[in-house]
Every structure is written in C-alpha cells, then in structure tokens.
C-alpha cells in the first residue's frame, strides 16, 4: 500500500509540502498540487480523510454565501475565490441566499455546529447579530457586520467619484440611475453616495430608480424601463451594475436612441460581460481576483490561527475604457 512518503517522491515535493496539500494547513502552490494530485492517483493512494479531520477537528471545508448566482459580479467571484480555497486545500460549499434570511441563518448555524471551518459572506439577507454572537472563521466582502469580523471590500468612494467626474466630463446634465441604497449598512452604499455629492455639486440632478435587486432577466429590466420610459428619454446618462447598464444598452437602442452620442451608459463592476459587449462597456471595474483572494487568505487564517489578520482591506478599483460613454 503506497505510503505519503511514495506521493511524495513521484510528485517530486517534501512530504510536508504533501502533508499542507491533504490538511490544507498552509499554501501549496498550484502547479505543486497538480503534481502531488496526479501522483495520488497515478499510486492510487486514498488518504483517510475522515481520520484527518477528525484528528485535526476540522471538515476541510468553506461556505460561501452569495445573494444571487445570476450576477455576474458574484459568479465571477466564487469562480475565483473557489479556486483560492483550492490551492490553500480547502473545498467549498456555496450558498445561494436569493435574499432569504432563513437560507443564510441555516448556513451560519452550520459553521456553529463544526460543519464548516469558515465563511466567506456577501450576503446581508439576515440581521448582523446572527453572525456577532459566533466565535468562529467568518469573514465578510461589502457588508459590515461589527467589531471581530473581518471586512473586505472594494473602494466604492473613489469608484463613486470616477463614475460621476467621467460622466461631467463628456457633459452629461440628467442623469440616471438605476437601483438605490442598500437597506443595510454596507460600503457599497460609498459610491451612491459619493456620486450624488459630486453630482449636487456641479447642478446635475440624478434620478433613482429602486429595481428588485435580485430580478435579473432581461424581460424583467424591459418591463421596469417601458414603465419609466418618460425618465429612460428625459436622461442623457444612466449609472448602473453590469447588468443594468447592459439591459439599458439593449432597450435604448432597440428603440432607436443612439449610445453614446444621445445617451452615455456607465456600468459598476466591470465584469467580463462588460468587454464582451461591441462596443465595450464604459466601467468602473472592481478587482474581483484580488477581493477574492483577499477573502480566502483571510478566512485561511482565521481557520488555522495565523497572526495577523487584517479586519479591514479595501480594494482599489480602476476605470475601464469604453465606447458608450
């Protein structure tokens, strides 16, 4: 029977470097647990993990909670931060909370109960005190959650003010926006805020328009803007996530109005879908490998006691290059 000694010298690494891959108890790098996989299964070598976990009193497994799989900017991050967890030897376990307070709980319930090691939340369904009263691995993207619990997220401020300096900059007079502040305390609500300073300030009025945050089908964002049509043809400028931006790009042109000559869109997020667009979405672009990654260390830690933490990491985000602005 192949021993980790026998993994070991196929895979070409030190046994401890087998040893983190299989407890996941430090970072291996990818092209190490590459080989240190296919020599496992090229020996057929089975590690008892039940045996390990129980030893080291852990599962080897983190949740993520995310509100919504349909978003562009949460899928890009659990693909990311999936394989962050990976390389560090964890697996993950997603939740998709679709804004239910009772899905959300039921996963904090079980990190409580030993049946995850950690959490990475980006939801903000259930109230903060479900998470204050746990002393356990939990880390937190976008929504502060109080003092112990880690906060990362991105520079929604500066990404407020490059979207409204941008936009005054190409002349820009009625602008509007789709989708309001959230109902919780979450820095995301920095550049709503930010952008409406900086808007006030030069005389630009913004219109809000509140969108069901997690209806995300086209025929649900043509409907909503063939309500608002009068507000759609009064703008010269909409500020919204990918998807809004996107779907407005299609109504308003299906319609005739001409982008950007008649009407600039800027986009918040910057994810793929954004540059696959002809042309290319006009952005402010979040740096999801880098939140991701961020998350994973962090959590990591958390999970096998590494000092020091960070409890607050923000992000820098960048303006993205488009023709619809």
């Known amino acids: 029977m192949p021993t980790i000694k026998d993994v070991a010298e196929k895979a070409g690494v030190g046994i401890a470097t087998v040893s983190r891959a299989m407890n996941g108890t430090g970072y291996v790098s990818a092209r190490s647990r590459e080989k240190i996989e296919k020599a496992i299964r090229e020996l057929h070598y089975i590690p008892n993990e039940r045996a390990r976990n129980l030893s080291r009193k852990q599962t080897g497994i983190i949740g993520v909670l995310i509100p919504d799989f349909q978003t562009p900017f949460y899928a890009s991050f659990l693909r990311q931060v999936e394989m962050e967890l990976y390389n560090y030897g964890y697996r993950t376990m997603v939740c998709n909370t679709v804004k239910h307070s009772d899905r959300e709980a039921a996963y904090v319930e079980m990190l409580d109960r030993n049946m995850l090691d950690g959490l990475i939340t980006c939801a903000w369904s259930a109230e903060a005190e479900v998470y204050r009263h746990m002393d356990k691995p939990i880390v937190s993207m976008d929504h502060n959650l109080g003092e112990g619990i880690p906060l990362i997220h991105s520079d929604h401020k500066t990404g407020g003010r ?32 930010e952008f409406h300073r900086i808007m006030d300030e030069a005389g630009v009025e913004v219109r ?102 960070r409890m607050h990491r923000i992000i820098d985000v960048e303006f993205q290059k488009g023709g619809t602005t």
């Open 162 to 193: 490059i979207a409204a300096e941008h936009l005054l900059e190409k002349g820009c007079k009625r602008v509007l926006q789709l989708g309001d502040y959230f109902p919780v305390y979450t820095p995301s609500n920095d550049r709503y805020r």
């Open 208 to 309: 809000q328009l509140d969108l069901e945050w997690n209806r995300l089908d086209y025929e649900y964002y043509e409907k909503y803007l063939s309500e608002h049509l009068r507000d759609v043809k009064w703008s010269d400028a909409v500020f919204a996530s990918d998807m809004g931006a996107i779907a407005c790009y299609r109504f308003v042109t299906e319609r005739g109005i001409q982008v950007p000559d008649h009407m600039k869109i800027m986009a918040y997020d910057g994810t793929d879908f954004t540059r696959m667009m002809m042309p290319v979405m006009t952005a402010v672009r979040q740096d999801i490998t880098k939140l991701a990654s961020s998350c994973a260390d962090t959590v990591v830690r958390l999970v096998q006691r590494k000092e020091p933490v």
